[in-house]
């Protein structure tokens, strides 16, 4: 369901920022913005206090915002208060800036290793997916996962690559398993 009402709204806002040919310039807004969000939690509990009225939360976003952000982005906002997603904010925010950057050729690979890869590593994995996929340019997100044992699980947009130890461990396990019955 959040993954549905991210899509809705972020594909409205980038229909908003298309519709006014400013992707790039929403992108950078929003970036910022949502850094903002992400250094002050305690905006965020106060936009999720029940003892605030509906009012008291648009109230609040504009004084905030307001002449800080775009008019745009300002009644984004309040319309997300309005409809009560106010709290999938991030996601929306993050819809979006995939969507933008997909448009221009850049796409986002979240690689999660069982131990930090050195740059020499870093930079064979970004050509790997970067000759793999169609894109112009890759941004890659780096995970430690000590579980995984080692190898390396991919995920770009939708799709997964699971290379990882763990997973080959596991089959292999249910492999004998129907064997050994």
């Known amino acids: 369901m959040a993954k549905l009402v991210s899509k809705v709204y972020g594909e409205a806002l980038y229909e908003l920022a298309k519709e006014k040919h400013s992707e790039s310039a929403m992108l950078e807004e929003v970036t910022a913005l949502q850094a903002v969000l992400k250094d002050n939690p305690e905006l965020s509990s106060m936009m999720r206090n029940p003892r605030l009225s509906k009012d008291e939360r648009l109230d609040l976003i504009k004084s905030i915002f307001e002449n800080r952000i775009s008019e745009d982005l300002l009644s984004f906002l309040c319309i997300l208060e309005e409809k009560n997603r106010y709290s999938d904010v991030d996601a929306i925010f993050t819809y979006f800036a995939d969507r933008v950057k997909e448009d221009e050729g850049i796409g986002t690979a979240y690689v999660t290793t069982a131990f930090e890869p050195d740059a020499e590593m870093k930079k064979k994995i970004y050509d790997k997916i970067l000759q793999t996929t169609g894109y112009k340019k890759l941004e890659v997100i780096y995970k430690v996962d ?30 004998l398993r129907k064997v050994m019955l």
């Open 146 to 175: 000590e579980e995984i044992l080692g190898g390396m699980v991919i995920r770009i947009r939708d799709r997964v690559v699971d290379s990882s130890l763990r997973t080959k461990l596991t089959n292999m396990e249910r492999e």
